[in-house]
């Protein structure tokens, strides 16, 4: 398996009304420098309905302004509909919405 469909495997694994950072994705998979990586991966999507990607946020919890397909407001409306609620600057809260996974 390739690194990328490394990284498509945790997101999949992010539960619905939850998000993670591509950092904290990064950390998972035993390359914690690779956060950048990540998002190559995640640009790269083939199957973005399977790979939820939208559930994925930079370190603060904002939106990626270039989301790959259609922008912030298209990701702020996915997570919306899963329960995940931005603010107007397009930050989630992370205290609130962050998936434990690979945070102990």
């Given at each position: 398996m390739s690194f990328y469909?490394?990284?498509?495997?945790?997101v999949k694994a992010?539960?619905?009304?939850?998000?993670?950072?591509?950092?904290?994705i990064a950390r998972i998979l035993g390359s914690p420098r690779a956060s950048r990586a990540v998002g190559y991966?995640?640009?790269?999507?083939p199957t973005p309905i399977v790979i939820p990607c939208h559930r994925v946020v930079n370190r603060f919890?904002?939106?990626?302004?270039?989301?790959a397909f259609g922008g912030r407001d298209v990701?702020?409306?996915?997570?919306?509909?899963?329960?995940?609620?931005?603010?107007?600057?397009?930050?989630?809260?992370?205290?609130?919405?962050?998936?434990?996974?690979?945070l102990e």
């Open positions: 469909d490394d990284v498509y495997q945790v992010i539960p619905c009304g939850k998000v993670a950072t591509y950092g904290q991966a995640l640009h790269d999507n919890g904002a939106l990626a302004p270039a989301f990701q702020a409306e996915l997570l919306a509909k899963e329960g995940v609620f931005c603010d107007k600057n397009y930050i989630v809260d992370l205290k609130k919405y962050q998936w434990q996974e690979g």
